[in-house]
């Protein structure tokens, strides 16, 4: 256990290191974005380290983050309403943490493929891994196993993702010459405030709607093929 909290802890370290490189040499964006995805799949293979993981599990992968990638296309002319948080958030809910950070990375670099990457991708790739971690974290608490708890955890991360996003955005004012003050920041933040409200209440229509034909499914998948347990 000491070892893994070890490992855990060096993988996030790393996850931080690129964010800032990121910030430094903004112009290679894809070469950190490829990075953070070889962390979230090492991160992924760390969990199964003491058996040898199936190709189909990382076909379920692939599949979920597509899904999520794809959920966002349809929703790009509406400012923060997608069902991609919804998704990862369900897939680490029934798959785990390790699993929906993966999920979370990969979804947020495919579906800028399409909608334009840059270097906002590897943040976008960390919030949303984020996402699917920490819903892996808490699947079983009592706040997460009654759907109160999930709305919660919806609408928290429909906030959270914003802030992220947030301090991305500002920090480029700042490497732009813009002012840095506390003021400034949080006149930044309260700016987004309607944008991450419309995140929220997507997050939270979605999990009212779907979230338990999601659960049932995944989760019977889980059963049936002794996937990712």
Excluded: C
Excluded at 18 to 46: H, K, P, Q, R, T
Aim: aromatic share 18%.
């Amino acid at each position: 256990m000491h070892k893994n909290k070890i490992i855990g802890s060096f993988l996030f370290i790393m996850i931080f290191v690129v964010l800032g490189l990121n910030y430094i040499w903004e112009d290679a964006y894809i070469w950190f974005s490829i990075g953070l995805i070889f962390l979230a799949i090492v991160f992924f293979i760390f969990r199964f380290e003491t058996r040898k993981v199936e190709p189909r599990e990382l076909v379920l992968l692939a599949v979920l983050a597509s899904i999520a990638a794809v959920g966002r296309i349809p929703f790009a002319s509406l400012p923060s309403v997608q069902p991609t948080t919804f998704v990862i958030m369900m897939s680490g809910y029934v798959y785990g943490a390790e699993s929906g950070f993966v999920i979370g990375a990969v979804a947020a670099l495919a579906s800028n493929m399409i909608l334009g990457q840059g270097p906002w991708t590897p943040w976008q790739m960390v919030a949303w891994g984020l996402v699917g971690l920490t819903a892996g974290w808490l699947k079983n608490t009592f706040i997460m196993q009654h759907k109160w708890g999930q709305i919660l955890f919806g609408v928290i991360w429909g906030y959270l993702f914003g802030w992220i996003m947030n301090l991305w955005g500002f920090l480029a004012i700042i490497q732009s010459g813009g002012a840095y003050t506390w003021k400034a920041f949080i006149v930044y933040m309260i700016g987004s405030a309607t944008f991450d409200t419309f995140h929220a209440i997507s997050n939270i229509f979605f999990l009212l709607v779907f979230g338990g034909i999601w659960i049932k499914i995944l989760s019977r998948f889980k059963r049936k093929y002794g996937l990712l347990e």
